[in-house]
């Protein structure tokens, strides 16, 4: 199992709590299943690939 987490769990940026807080649980899911899961040969891990430019690097504040 292949879970796709970000760098952004470990560099924070500003106006991304949610979703970072998203991302954190994956990674934290990640490690439990890996655990859980480890006796009957299923294998979890998580990637965490960089910055991709997408729209989300252009959220302005909501709360604005």
Known sequence: MINL???GV???NYNLSV???A???VENFTCCWALDLA???V????IAP???RTDIWNVTNLLE
């Open 5 to 7: 987490s970000t760098i």
């Open 10 to 12: 470990t560099y924070l």
């Open 19 to 21: 979703y970072i807080g």
């Open 23 to 25: 991302k954190s649980a």
């Open 39 to 41: 006796a009957d040969g």
């Open 43 to 46: 294998r979890v891990n998580a």
């Open 50 to 52: 960089g910055p991709i």
